[in-house]
């Protein structure tokens, strides 16, 4: 005999297993749970989002990756167009200095040759030695000329003018008294400006003056 309250029971759990039941899902004819289209419309819809997303980002690395290698390619370019530009500007400064060269030696070739002239008539020895020195004195002249065409021009150095270390070379000193700062006793040697760039100083003799206070302490 069946127990009434266990087929109560029965059918209360049937009814809350019902209850949870999916809204988008029915029982087909054998019991088995299937969705109903409107659920399956929604779930391919999904799909087909997730897979526009997913082609999405696939096509923005594509992208990425192919902007970097243009990019890779463009900066290779620049660089080697730069290595192309820094050769060819090499090119043209040693050009430039060779045909300064080429130019300058030119013109130097003139005063050699009338120091040549000059040493073929000594040996010679049909002209004056007078004639011969006022030929190479007007060659100096001449040489001097070419040199101040390319910049170079000497320095204004004369005795007592103050003794300035960037411009003059001490190669001698020499205390002298009365003297409120360093003199030039005797320039040796000429100092030469190329441009506004020193050549080379001026060697000079250097009056230097003496120290009263050191010479009363010794004293």
Known sequence: MVDPRRTAKRGKTHTSISRRIPIDAAPDDEGKMKP??????RDENVEDEAGEINGGLSEL???????????????????????????RQVRDFKRLCTQGKKELI??????????SRAEQLLEEGDHPLKEIAEGLIKTS??????LRQEGLHPLDVEVND?????????MLAEEVADLDRDIILEVFQKGYMLGDELLRPARVKVGKSIDHSSVSDNG
């Open 61 to 87: 690395e594509e992208k990425s990756e192919l902007e970097k290698e243009q990019l890779r390619e463009r900066i290779l370019r620049l660089q080697a167009e730069f290595d192309n530009y820094r050769k």
């Open 141 to 146: 002249g001449q040489l001097s000329d070419i």
């Open 162 to 170: 103050p003794f300035d270390p960037n411009y003059h070379e001490a």
């Open 36 to 41: 109903v289209p409107e659920a399956v419309e």
């Open 106 to 115: 030119e013109e130097l070739l003139v005063v050699l040759d009338n120091y």
